[in-house]
């Protein structure tokens, strides 16, 4: 067990190394999870905790029952797969702080995808929301998110001039730039 998984509740544990397994390949894309049975005798605890964790998942799109069938991890629906594949959903709170922004450039989004490169140092970053010309971005752990407001990183690409020739990540941000054009429909 990591440190940052030390301070979170067993659901909150379990779905985090779930997690990890799903993003590292141990549990490939297709791949039939655990039973809850099993999951709870493995951890210790009631099916329900599991339960609760295998909630979590199914709300961030990792994985998806079958009825009888059991918990199978999606494909992740990750645009890009250099891309961080690590999600986050938003409390009320922050939803809530974040829709009165001024001027918001883009609806607000309550389940947040990791704009990084994948893999990449230091905390999980989305954008949550655009408004005034600052992007108020999520950065996020296993233990905690925050919403900071960050400049755009001011990387241009030079080959044909299009809007999309801009970074669209924040400011000093690890890793490579990322365009426009890099998204794939």
């Not at 752990?141 to 001011?154: G, H, K, M, P, W």
Request: charged residues 20%.
């Amino acid at each position: 067990m990591s440190p940052d998984t030390m301070t979170l509740s067993p659901y909150q544990q379990i779905a985090a190394e779930l997690r990890h397994r799903i993003f590292t390949g141990s549990l490939a894309v297709g791949a039939k999870l655990p039973s809850e049975h099993t999951l709870a005798g493995e951890h210790r605890v009631a099916r329900t905790t599991v339960q609760s964790a295998l909630r979590v998942l199914r709300t961030e799109g990792l994985i998806s029952s079958r009825k009888g069938a059991g918990n199978f991890v999606t494909s992740l629906a990750v645009i890009d797969a250099h891309r961080c594949p690590a999600r986050v959903e938003l409390d009320h709170q922050q939803v809530g702080w974040l829709s009165r922004l001024p001027r918001p450039a883009h609806g607000l989004d309550r389940v947040l995808h990791c704009e990084l490169e994948h893999p990449h140092p230091g905390s999980h970053a989305g954008l949550g929301q655009h408004a005034a010309g600052i992007g108020w971005w999520v950065q996020w752990t296993l233990c905690a998110s925050e919403i900071n407001a960050i400049a755009n990183c001011a990387a241009v690409r030079t080959a044909e001039q299009q809007d999309d020739n801009h970074c669209l990540l924040f400011r000093d941000h690890p890793g490579r730039h990322l365009f426009g054009s890099d998204y794939k429909a």
